[in-house]
């Protein structure tokens, strides 16, 4: 019988409960009290209740090293775990509920705004405290045990499950977008979702959940070969790379019809994090040179843009011209902001070239906040407003055709999108893209094989920086005016993170950072308020869970690869045992006594 | 070849301290073209100082390092590899998560030269340089026969066994298309088997690729076997210089390796 580790189900399940506080205490439950995903009785702030038992359960159940030793746990001891842990977690709430209740929530809310009468009487499920916590224990216990069971059980069992369960939770939390496009596309959507509640209708989530778990059998019973079949065919014959590729775009062209002007809107945020994405992987990912003040791109690609089609400066009266302006077409800017942004990386690389990891980051940063109080300062208020900015930025109009129009903008940024996806894919697999991988390797040995390292961080930042002043002269048509507010040094970070969270190097994975970082948040407005919350949570459980970014690039998985840490210390060991045995005069030398004597 | 030199490799009078310590001090020594010469010595005689000094990765601090006659010092180490020097390291780096044939590929990037816009435009001549860059890695890696071949090229570098990655180290500095060719310890951590057949390649080296080689080894069998001249080191003077027999039986020599009692 497999041994249930109690002690460790225990601690996970105050490790759960302080968590479930928090959310509860940040107001993330309550929030998400009335967003139903199913019917009436489902709703996101009761998923969120029982999320931390049952990712606790899951977790307590996961395999674990004793001596050595790896220990997979049984359903049964998965089970119990789960349980236990999951029980400890809603137990620990329930006192802290219960304390709350005693003390008064309402002198709470000093501290803890969110901290309610209504988020008790939710997390109670408005039964009193007493009838509450009961009800809590035993959904806890539930969920634990499910927790638990997901993790040990029957995976030709639990997988279908998973996937049925997470299509029915993420349609569930689509439902502003999805109803939409059905409807464009002459679908009427009431089947799915309930007109009344918006929320997807019983037999919706039900149908949902058969389908996407009959999917999911289905694939997995092709068996192995017909997977890697299916796989090669996809990769390898042109005819269905050309297929594939052909209705990728038909879908991104069609989707702005689909989805209407708002969230046409979050579609061309994306796309500008996209770019700011890719810039920024030229210089992190391929170069290796850690960027934290990439904002400065964005700036000087959103002010040069301004600049350069004539936008005139906010002022308390109205507006006046700027000190330095010209009336450009935006086809022709672009182009010169790209080039003179590509200058400004070379300004900006030259007096970092010495630095390394580290220091790199820290003065990067520094120069990123150089960029933002430049733009407020009184100096430049001539020429780029100081905090009253910009206003008038080009809308790149064609023939009266403008690209403010949300879903027009879209089609812009596509196409700079596409651009720069093709610039950095023959960029990663020239010559210099080589170049630019040995020298994050191994700087030092790079330059010793030929690679001259300062030409190569010098174009790493200027290729970037070209990229993503896109970006920013982007958003300048996008929003067409400007103020400092919008080159907050929370852009670099958010642009690192939509590269990290997709996997440092790889192209798909920008692409899937800013959907997930920027299209999410935007199309669930209700997190917007929570958004630095969810972007750590992200980060943290992606360093831990996948190391290597949702779509990783090959070469980073295997840098991450366990097998390189068992074989790089299977070397050391054995240069070690070289390096002492050279050490010893006699050992090598002795062979040779003879002769020198 | 230029007039006027005729070491193809010359150290006058280098000096490298690192605090009070002297790695170097009031070292001479040369190259001639097509010589395979040997540097010994203890550990910490300056060996592998000497190599850092002569590649650029360390700048002497007294003295001159002439290559074909011409002053590096001061040079960085991707313009010297591009005059001619190639080396490996003491301990194996390789670009670990690159494959095989990448690494190799690296080596040729000093004899090409296509750009942005050739990587972007990806115009014939490009295509044309890529595939030579490619044919170029692929001939240096099969110098050392079945042992780089085939499937090996398209794995990464750190899956490798440990003496196939010291090949690939010199696989990668061939690629070069280098004049000299410095190897630091190239046996270290080889089986008796796997150093034998150390020993012709080096040979092979200079034969049929016509390269003047520079080894640093401690293995006294590749010494022999190799060495047109073996220049010993020791507290980073040259303390012998000479023929293998000259060196080996050399009082000093034998002193600094055995210490005062055994050599007495």
Redesign the interface.
């Known amino acids: 019988m497999d041994p249930i580790p109690v002690r460790s189900a225990v601690r996970a399940g105050v490790v759960g409960s302080l968590v479930l506080v928090y959310v509860a205490l940040v107001g993330l439950i309550e929030r998400f009290a009335d967003l139903k995903l199913v019917g009436e009785q489902v709703t996101l702030g009761r998923l969120l209740l029982f999320l931390p038992p049952f990712a606790v359960a899951y977790v307590v159940a996961r395999p674990r090293v004793v001596a050595g030793e790896r220990r997979v746990a049984g359903p049964r001891a998965g089970l119990v775990a789960g349980a236990v842990s999951g029980v400890v977690t809603s137990a620990v709430f329930g006192v802290a509920v219960v304390l709350a209740d005693r003390f008064d929530v309402v002198r709470i809310r000093h501290v803890f705004i969110a901290a309610t009468p209504g988020l008790i009487d939710f997390v109670t499920f408005e039964r009193g405290v007493v009838v509450g916590i009961m009800i809590l224990l035993v959904l806890g216990l539930a969920s634990g045990a499910l927790g638990g069971l997901a993790k040990t059980g029957d995976r030709r069992l639990t997988r279908p499950l998973a996937a049925g369960v997470s299509t029915v939770i993420l349609l569930g939390l689509l439902q502003r977008i999805v109803p939409i496009a059905m409807q464009e596309l002459g679908i009427e959507p009431d089947f799915l979702y309930s007109p009344r509640t918006r929320s997807l209708t019983w037999g919706g989530a039900i149908g949902l959940l058969v389908l996407a778990a009959g999917a999911d059998v289905l694939w997995n019973r092709s068996g192995p070969e017909t997977q890697r079949r299916i796989r090669a065919t996809m990769i390898e014959q042109p005819a269905a790379r050309v297929g594939i590729l052909l209705i990728v775009l038909a879908v991104l062209v069609a989707l702005p019809l689909l989805l209407g002007s708002v969230i046409s809107q979050v579609l061309g945020s994306v796309m500008i994090f996209v770019l700011l994405g890719l810039g920024l992987n030229i210089v992190v990912g391929y170069a290796g040179l850690l960027d934290l003040g990439y904002v400065a791109f964005y700036a000087f690609g959103a002010y040069m843009m301004a600049l350069l089609t004539g936008a005139t400066l906010n002022t308390t009266t109205g507006s006046s011209a700027a000190a330095f302006s010209l009336d450009l077409n935006f086809f022709i800017a672009i182009w010169l902001v790209v080039v003179l942004a590509a200058g400004v990386g070379l300004l900006i690389g030259a007096p970092v070239l010495r630095l390394r990891g580290d220091y790199l980051a820290i003065v990067t940063l520094g120069l990123g906040e150089i960029v933002r109080v430049l733009t407020e300062s009184r100096w430049l208020q001539p020429l780029v407003g100081g905090p009253q900015g910009m206003r008038g930025v080009t809308d790149a109009a064609i023939a009266g055709y403008s690209f403010r129009n949300p879903q027009h903008f879209y089609y812009l940024a596509l196409a700079f999108v596409l651009l720069a996806v ?2 950095s894919w ?2 990663a697999a ?6 630019w ?2 020298m994050r ?2 700087e ?11 030409r190569y961080k010098l ?1 790493a930042f200027a ?1 970037g920086g070209a990229v993503g002043s896109l970006g920013g002269a982007l958003f300048a048509v996008q929003i067409g005016s400007l103020t400092p507010a919008s080159f907050q040094i929370l852009v670099s970070i958010t642009a690192l993170a939509v590269v990290i969270l997709g996997g440092l190097g790889s192209i798909p994975g920008v692409v899937a950072g800013a959907v997930v970082l920027i299209g999410l948040p935007g199309l669930l407005r209700e997190f917007e308020e929570f958004r630095l919350l969810i972007y750590g949570a992200v980060l943290v459980a992606i360093m831990v869970l996948r190391p290597q970014g949702l779509l990783p690039n090959v ?2 998985m ?2 991450l690869h366990e ?2 840490e068992a ?2 210390e299977w ?1 050391h060991r ?2 070690d ?3 002492a045995a ?2 010893v ?2 050992g ?2 002795g ?2 006594e003879e ?3 | 070849m230029s007039v006027g030199w005729s070491h193809l490799l010359e150290l006058r009078n280098v000096a490298k301290h690192f605090g009070g310590l002297y790695a170097l001090s009031g070292l001479d020594m040369h190259v001639d073209p097509g010589e395979i010469v040997s540097v010994i010595g ?2 910490g005689a300056g060996k592998s100082t000497m190599f850092n000094v002569v ?3 360390y700048g002497p601090d007294e003295g001159d390092v002439l290559f074909e006659g011409q002053s590096i010092v001061g040079f ?4 010297i ?2 005059m001619g020097i ?2 490996t ?1 003491q ?8 494959t095989v044939l ?1 690494n190799a ?3 040729q ?2 004899r ?1 030269s ?3 816009f ?5 115009p014939p001549g ?1 295509r044309r ?2 595939e030579r ?1 490619r044919e170029r890695a692929k001939g240096s890696l099969e110098f050392f026969g079945s042992r780089l071949a085939g499937y090996r090229q398209e794995q ?1 570098a ?2 490798l066994s ?1 003496a196939n ?1 010291r090949r690939l180290e010199m696989a ?2 061939l690629a ?1 298309d280098p004049v000299l060719l410095m190897l630091d ?1 190239p046996t ?2 080889m089986n008796p088997r796997e150093t034998i057949e150390l020993r012709d390649h080096i040979v092979r080296m200079r034969d049929q690729l016509g390269l003047t080689v520079l080894v640093i080894e ?4 590749v010494v ?1 076997g190799v060495s047109d001249r073996v220049v010993a080191l020791d507290y980073g003077r040259k303390i012998a210089e000479g023929s293998y ?1 000259d060196v ?2 050399n009082p000093q020599v ?1 002193e600094a ?2 210490g005062t009692k055994a050599a007495g």
């Open positions: 093709f610039v023959r960029l020239s010559r210099i893209g080589r170049a991988n040995a390797e191994d030092q040995v790079a330059d010793a094989m030929g690679v001259g390292t300062t174009l290729m070469r980073r295997r840098e097998e390189e074989q790089d070397v054995f240069a045992e070289a390096a050279a050490a005069p006699g090598t030398l062979v040779e002769d020198l004597t | 203890p550990n590649t650029g990765l960085a180490p991707n313009r590899t591009r190639a080396r390291f301990t194996v780096h390789l670009f670990p998560n690159m990448e590929m690296v080596g990037h000093t090409s296509s750009g942005v050739g990587a972007i435009l990806r490009t340089e890529e860059i990464p750190f899956s440990y990655r990668r500095a070069t310890e270290a951590g401690h293995d006294m069998r022999k027999q080996a039986s034998i390796y055995l």
